[in-house]
């Protein structure tokens, strides 16, 4: 399909309509609930990876079958399942499913290891290129993120497993090519080596704190130059936390990219356009896309603060998830935004960052509190955001004007809204008791008119961005 609309240059139809698969990878619209772009045919949740309408129970009748070890490899993320002609499956490898489209990658792979003079890089690349074959990626997903000073990095390979919807277990392979940033990187070291005096720091009781244990995974603040595969449609993701793989995890932890220029485009694209309707006039010269990263950079450091057990009563010890369930989610969500403006404010004290720029940071962490309750309360982010907007509108913090329906930072009480909050919601997760959690979130998770307003204003602003590139040789 692609080929053929490619070919027809003289028809603008075709050039929208080849737009349109290539954002969607294929004729459905993945942002649509797969609807279909042209024609009538019904999207199969099994996509390529599964016989056209093979069904999740068939699939589970058919197991029954087989040994364990059969078993294993149809559940594997990198095989396919075909029929095998004698009215059963057959599970086939990644590799010789789609060897002649990885053969030409590999041999890629290969000649940059032998071009970069960064040795663990190379190293990288190389076993990249070998579990391609293998369809085993242990080791490179190690070395992956054993990587270090490496001007380049990229995300290649099967990971994620969203696409799947038989199985939820095969992953599709997404490529990014990335340029470090340096800067950026540096200024994360400088912010993570006070965690530990951010979790001292919490504004809560000694016996709600933690023995802080670090980051579990490295990060690193990259632009893409290119992405392709699983990574270029749907959903533009501005951050990921990979690989998937539990045996990574358990020893090594995981490594996490943000994809900077995304974040640009998403401020430049939505939160812009949402924050010059929503947010009150004199305040908008503050709104800047770096106020914007910084805040969401603090809030993923954040995540590794606070109270991940259970510090109180009968389920003390447990975990904090474990023991709240499925309210966990957004309440988590909802403390890494606000604690994490907390230790901005605290850092800002400590002079590692700049006072001058706090009210840079507060009025573009409202602007995306705005596109965040744009994915509606029944969503974890859009849940956290009506929290933070309506706890602080009445405990301080943010201002509303009736008259001319615009939203500000009261800046005089912003940082005691924030510290209040942050210590309500530390508290519940110490805590661990849903039935708190429950009635905190009846409180503030209301569906007010101003909030109902606020999202049928911001109506006809796209909900994403499309990347456009070109290559400029200097
Ligand atoms: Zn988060």
Redesign the pocket.
């Known amino acids: 399909m692609i080929d053929s609309l490619s070919n027809i240059t003289d028809d603008p139809y075709a050039s929208d309509l080849l737009t349109l698969v290539q954002k969607n990878g294929g004729p459905f619209e993945l942002l649509n609930e797969y609807e279909p772009i042209i024609g009538t045919e019904e999207y199969y949740g099994g996509e390529e990876i599964y016989p056209k309408g093979l069904t999740s129970e068939q699939l589970d009748s058919y197991l029954e079958t087989l040994t364990e070890e059969e078993k294993a490899e149809f559940m594997y993320p990198y095989t396919v399942i075909r029929e095998d002609g004698e009215g059963g499956y057959k599970a086939v490898r990644y590799y010789s499913e789609y060897k002649d489209y990885i053969d030409p990658v590999i041999a890629i792979l290969y000649e940059v290891a032998r071009l970069s003079d960064n040795e663990s890089f190379s190293n990288f690349l190389r076993l990249k290129a070998e579990a391609l074959t293998t369809d085993d990626y242990y080791d490179a997903d190690v070395a992956w993120i054993d990587m270090a000073d490496s001007k380049f990095d990229i995300v290649f390979g099967p990971f994620e497993q969203y696409s799947d919807k038989i199985k939820g277990v095969k992953a599709k392979y997404e490529a990014y090519i990335e340029i470090i940033d340096q800067e950026a990187s540096a200024d994360l070291k400088k912010y993570t080596a006070y965690l530990k005096k951010m979790e001292e720091n919490l504004p809560i009781p000694d016996e709600y704190k933690s023995v802080v244990e670090g980051l579990t995974s490295n990060f690193t603040v990259v632009r893409d130059i290119i992405r392709k595969g699983e990574g270029r449609i749907g959903y533009q993701a501005v951050a990921t936390n990979l690989p998937n793989d539990p045996a990574v995890h358990k020893s090594k932890g995981t490594k996490k990219t943000f994809w900077k220029n995304m974040f640009e485009a998403r401020f430049n694209a939505i939160i812009k356009p949402v924050s010059n309707i929503l947010i009150d006039e004199s305040q908008l010269q503050y709104l800047s896309d770096d106020g914007f990263f910084k805040f969401v950079l603090m ?2 450091i954040c ?1 590794a603060i606070g109270p991940r057990e259970v510090k109180t009563g009968p389920n003390k010890g447990m975990s904090a998830n474990a023991s709240i369930g499925p309210n966990y989610s957004p309440l988590e ?1 909802a403390k ?1 935004d606000i604690v994490g403006l907390y230790s901005l404010a605290y850092l800002m004290d400590q002079g590692v960052e700049d006072r001058g720029r706090a009210k840079e940071f507060y009025v573009s962490f409202l602007g995306s509190l705005f596109r965040s309750i744009r994915f509606g309360l029944d969503e974890a982010h859009g849940k956290a955001a009506a929290i933070s907007l309506s706890y602080l509108l009445e405990n301080g913090g943010i201002l509303y004007d009736e008259e001319t329906k615009k939203w500000s930072i009261d800046f005089d009480n912003f940082e005691e809204g924030v510290k209040s909050l942050a210590a309500e919601m530390l508290v519940l997760e110490g805590d661990g008791d849903n039935e708190e959690v429950q009635a905190f979130f009846d409180k503030w998770t209301v569906e007010t008119p101003m909030l109902v307003e606020a999202i049928a204003l911001t109506e006809d602003i796209a909900i994403d961005v499309l990347p456009i590139r070109k290559i400029i040789w200097e």
Do not use: D, M, V
Request: proline share 0%; charged share 40%; glycine share 0%.
């Open positions: 809030h993923e995540h969500e890494a």
